[in-house]
């Protein structure tokens, strides 16, 4: 139980483009999705949390505009790098919590995003 | 001084030897304890969970929190080569909005 699938899993864009990453419960519902960004030899840093029907929370330093958070229903939370560019290149991870906040996150398989 | 240490390694050791991966922390208000392993170019799989002091066991894997000294542990008896991986620590405290800090991550590669 608690899978989380995330898409794609790779992909490469052009610079000044928008990529789309869909993160999905599969077997639970989730009020709350985070998504985080991983360089390499680096642990995770937390990038927002994604609360179901209402506005992400951004971390300090994130940009809102850039990084477009969308938590449409209990299953989905979307990530949308806009205007991407070289330097946003990296390995974004989305991870879900069951109802009870006191449950343990359960992550996507990630998708690394490279920009040219 | 970062909330929670975590030796990156790596550490190597042959198969079937015991494992010992460790975290320190420093928030005392930490009561939720997980191990995440993590393969290369994956995201990270949830290990063990547990909540305050004790010990927990699930086949290979016990986890231990000893939240006097701010130190919990991951052991791997009889390790395998699909063990190598990096080793995540995590924790958080009580409260619905209370973050996960996550440790640096420790590599494992276990030697046939």
């Known amino acids: 139980g608690a899978v989380v699938s995330q898409h794609p899993s790779r992909v490469i864009c052009k610079s000044g483009t928008s990529v789309k990453i869909e993160c999905r419960s599969l077997d639970f519902q989730a009020t709350t999705m985070f998504w985080y960004r991983q360089f390499p030899k680096q642990s995770l840093m937390l990038m927002a949390t994604?609360?179901?029907?209402?506005?992400?929370?951004?971390e300090q330093g994130v940009e809102k505009d850039k990084f477009l958070i969308n938590h449409a229903s209990l299953t989905l939370s979307t990530l949308t790098v806009t205007s991407a560019h070289p330097e946003d290149s990296s390995f974004y991870i989305c991870?879900?919590?069951?109802?009870?906040?006191?449950?343990?996150?359960?992550f996507g398989n990630g998708t690394r995003l490279t920009v040219t | 001084q970062k909330e929670v240490e975590q030796d990156p390694g790596p550490l190597s050791v042959p198969e079937g030897a015991i494992v010992s991966l460790n975290c320190t922390y420093s928030?005392?208000?930490?009561?939720?304890f997980m191990w995440y392993r993590q393969y290369s170019r994956k995201g990270p799989e949830l290990l063990m969970y547990?909540?305050?002091?004790g010990n927990k066991e699930d086949g290979r894997f016990t986890a231990q929190v000893d939240k006097s000294s701010k130190y919990i542990s991951l052991f791997i008896r009889d390790s395998q080569p699909s063990d190598s991986a990096t080793y995540l620590c995590?924790?958080?405290?009580?409260?619905?909005?209370?973050?996960?800090?996550f440790g640096t991550g420790t590599k494992l590669q276990v030697i046939p």
């Open positions: 995590a924790m958080k405290g009580t409260g619905g909005y209370q973050k996960v800090t």
């Open positions: 994604s609360n179901e029907g209402s506005k992400a929370t951004y």
């Open positions: 991870s879900a919590r069951e109802a009870a906040f006191h449950s343990p996150l359960h």
């Open positions: 928030n005392s208000a930490f009561q939720y």
């Open positions: 547990t909540y305050s002091s």
